[in-house]
């Protein structure tokens, strides 16, 4: 599986963005996909993560101002990020765990500032 993040920029504190992951394969065979993400000099962190029978977790900080859903048509995994602050700054990272494997994409910067 490879995946291929986009969507992030420089977006105002309150503001929204929505990140996307195209994803090669067939998403239906993927148990897992996700997002983390890593603010500088922090470790890396779940975000939110949605199963191949599309339940849906988020971690404290994400619960309420992000969605994650899927699209198996288009092979593509959202995060949808409104009311933004300056601490959702980080390089967020897109993922699919299948049969034991782990795959991630290559991250996407998330800038929240004035």
């Known amino acids: 599986v490879q995946l291929q993040a986009s969507g992030g920029g420089l977006v105002q504190p309150g503001g929204s963005l929505r990140l996307s992951c195209a994803v090669s394969?067939?998403?239906?065979?993927?148990?897992?996909m996700g997002w983390h993400r890593q603010a500088p000099g922090k470790e890396r962190e779940m975000v939110a993560l949605?199963?191949?029978?599309?339940?849906?977790n988020y971690a404290d900080s994400a619960e309420g101002r992000f969605t994650i859903s899927k699209d198996n048509a288009q092979n593509t995994l959202y995060l949808q990020m409104n009311s933004l602050k300056r601490e959702d700054t980080a390089v967020y990272y897109c993922?699919?765990?299948?049969?034991?494997?782990?795959?991630w994409g290559q991250g996407t910067q998330v800038t929240v500032s004035s």
């Open positions: 993922y699919a765990w299948r049969k034991g494997i782990t795959s």
């Open positions: 949605i199963s191949n029978l599309d339940s849906t």
């Open positions: 394969g067939e998403m239906p065979s993927i148990n897992i």
